[in-house]
């Protein structure tokens, strides 16, 4: 149903864009910077008619008013932190419906990025716009949240159907993957995808969207409740949330 297409911006940013084609209709989602999104519509022929803001930043908000103004389009945010988003004109929180055309979005609360962090999951296209909450092997630093709230939010998103397509908002992977075998070097999958990834990167090709099942099974922040990673970083494996907040401590280090 979505046809979605990968704009890289400022560093290591991903701006996505989300075609809904039997209504024509067109979201962009975190958008950073205005340019790189109004030529990536010029060159498809899509209409601009919404922006879907994950969080505050300014790497994912910067655009909003410049593309408002240029396109009209509705701009839909978190309520939780409506107050941050330039321009918001709805707000959303967890288990609201986002509809684009005739794509739907069900609206997770995922707070420990930011105290009022949403990520959208269109079901029927397993596509997920997660924002900095998860990211392929990594998760976002606890600027305005707390372990505990990270952990219950990258729950939520770890119980999605394992087909589901992370599109995540930046190109971590490989400093991801090289911190993840610090801690997680035991894990013949994560071996592997560390390798898969430093050879994508070697050819300049992008590591996202990556699957909630991949994550699953690589991704340290997702297996702090695994015996395995907590005895790795000298933890009792029952304190899943003391795991989470230690593994979070090496790679803000690291």
Same mark, same amino acid.
């Given at each position: 149903?979505?046809?979605?297409?990968?704009?890289?911006?400022?560093?290591?940013?991903?701006?996505?864009?989300?075609?809904?084609?039997?209504?024509?209709?067109?979201?962009?989602?975190?958008?950073?910077?205005?340019?790189?999104? @109004?030529?990536?519509? /010029?060159?498809?022929?899509?209409?601009?008619?919404? &922006?879907?803001?994950?969080?505050?930043?300014?790497?994912?908000?910067?655009?909003?008013?410049?593309?408002?103004?240029?396109?009209?389009?509705? &701009?839909?945010?978190?309520?939780?932190?409506?107050?941050?988003?330039?321009? &918001?004109?709805?707000?959303? !929180?967890?288990?609201?419906?986002?509809?684009?055309?005739?794509?739907?979005?069900?609206? =997770?609360?995922?707070?420990?990025?930011?105290?009022?962090? &949403?990520? =959208?999951?269109?079901?029927?296209?397993?596509?997920?716009?997660?924002?900095?909450?998860? =990211? !392929?092997?990594?998760?976002?630093?606890?600027?305005?949240?707390?372990?505990?709230?990270?952990?219950?939010?990258?729950?939520?998103?770890? !119980? #999605?159907?394992?087909?589901?397509?992370?599109?995540?908002?930046?190109?971590?992977?490989?400093?991801?993957?090289? =911190?993840? #075998?610090?801690?997680?070097?035991?894990?013949?999958?994560?071996?592997?995808?560390?390798?898969?990834?430093?050879?994508? /990167?070697?050819?300049?090709?992008?590591?996202?969207?990556?699957?909630?099942?991949?994550?699953?099974?690589?991704?340290?922040?997702?297996?702090?409740? @695994?015996?395995?990673?907590?005895?790795?970083?000298?933890?009792?494996?029952?304190?899943?949330?003391?795991?989470?907040?230690?593994?979070?401590?090496?790679?803000?280090?690291?």
């Amino acid at each position: 149903m979505l046809d979605i297409h990968r704009i890289p911006v400022l560093k290591d940013n991903y701006v996505w864009l989300a075609h809904e084609p039997s209504a024509d209709v067109t979201a962009v989602v975190d958008p950073a910077v205005a340019e790189p999104v @109004e030529a990536a519509l /010029r060159d498809r022929g899509w209409r601009l008619t919404h &922006i879907l803001n994950t969080h505050h930043h300014g790497d994912h908000t910067g655009a909003n008013l410049a593309l408002k103004a240029a396109h009209g389009c509705t &701009i839909v945010g978190p309520a939780a932190d409506r107050a941050r988003i330039p321009g &918001i004109d709805v707000a959303v !929180a967890d288990g609201d419906r986002c509809r684009l055309g005739a794509a739907e979005a069900e609206v =997770f609360d995922v707070p420990g990025h930011t105290r009022g962090h &949403i990520a =959208f999951w269109f079901a029927a296209d397993r596509a997920l716009f997660c924002g900095d909450t998860l =990211f !392929a092997l990594g998760c976002g630093r606890l600027f305005e949240g707390t372990p505990d709230q990270m952990w219950r939010s990258l729950g939520k998103l770890r !119980a #999605l159907p394992g087909d589901t397509r992370v599109f995540c908002a930046h190109e971590y992977t490989q400093s991801n993957a090289r =911190f993840a #075998l610090t801690v997680d070097g035991g894990n013949p999958a994560l071996v592997r995808r560390a390798a898969e990834v430093d050879a994508l /990167r070697a050819r300049g090709e992008p590591t996202v969207p990556s699957t909630i099942a991949l994550e699953r099974a690589t991704n340290p922040f997702l297996r702090a409740d @695994e015996r395995a990673l907590a005895l790795a970083v000298g933890l009792p494996p029952d304190d899943p949330v003391a795991v989470f907040a230690e593994v979070r401590r090496r790679k803000d280090s690291f």
